[in-house]
């Protein structure tokens, strides 16, 4: 089973400041990965999928990047909406496909 | 518009039965992989399985193989996540999605990222 690591578990980000999350396999889903959003009280949605490749209607402040073990969610100036968790998932290798912790982006 | 939508929230005692659906909208039910996702208290998401609506082909996790029952009814396109002796730690939302599928160096895998997402299930056990 690949285990999906995400650091770090709490990011304290001011409005308008770029947020960055991180994502680590531990071994290469090649460019097999996605990100999700996840508001409380609220189902996960689909951000970015193929590492970097923006779901439909998902602003461009978000970018996903990376390949292999190592992967980057990046988000360029937070909005308020944007306080939320993030979840990251491979599906290079299944079953099962398999997501990271997590990383709650909170107000700092 | 493609939805998934789920029954509403269970309250159950140990050792009770129960039988959760996902009814999908707005696509071809039969032609995508459905799976269901845990998601315990204040914690993280937990892939446990997917049927193929066509077929009924049905994948576990090694976590919740033997655990729980995926089935599915192709004619009314829902979907079911079921168990035969629920426990007090079976107590979390549970939510339904759609695997979507891709194509890439002249293969195509039907199992990638999940969209759209059911609104979720609680399943609250307790005595």
């Known amino acids: 089973e690949i285990v999906m690591t995400q650091s770090p578990a709490t990011l304290s980000v001011s409005p308008g400041e770029r947020a960055t999350l991180s994502c680590r396999a531990s071994?290469?889903?090649?460019?097999?990965l996605a990100w999700y959003q996840q508001k409380p009280g609220q189902a996960p949605r689909l951000l970015i999928y193929?590492?970097?490749t923006r779901a439909t209607g998902i602003p461009a402040r978000f970018s996903g990047s990376g390949s292999g073990t190592e992967f980057t969610l990046t988000i360029s100036s937070l909005q308020s909406e944007d306080f939320a968790v993030y979840y990251c998932?491979?599906?290079?290798?299944?079953?099962?496909?398999?997501f990271g912790g997590g990383t709650k982006v909170e107000i700092k | 518009e493609v939805q998934l939508v789920q029954s509403g929230a269970e309250v159950k005692k140990p050792g009770e039965s129960l039988k959760i659906s996902c009814k999908g909208s707005?696509?071809?039910?039969?032609?995508?992989?459905i799976g269901w996702v845990r998601q315990m208290p204040g914690k993280g998401l937990e892939w446990m399985g997917i049927?193929?609506?066509?077929?009924?082909?049905?994948r576990y996790s090694p976590s919740f193989q033997g655990q729980v029952t995926i089935s599915a009814d192709k004619s009314i396109s829902t979907a079911y996540l079921q168990w035969s002796s629920l426990k007090a730690s079976d107590t979390a939302m549970y939510y339904c999605?759609?695997?979507?599928?891709?194509?890439?160096?002249?293969?195509?895998?039907?199992?990638?990222?999940?969209?759209?997402w059911g609104q979720g299930t609680l399943v609250t056990v307790s005595s």
């Open positions: 998932q491979q599906y290079n290798n299944w079953p099962p496909v398999t």
């Open positions: 707005g696509y071809s039910f039969t032609s995508y992989w």
């Open positions: 193929g590492a970097s």
């Open positions: 999605a759609r695997h979507t599928g891709y194509c890439s160096g002249g293969s195509c895998y039907s199992v990638a990222w999940f969209d759209p």
């Open positions: 049927i193929y609506p066509g077929d009924s082909d049905t």
């Open positions: 071994q290469s889903v090649s460019s097999n």
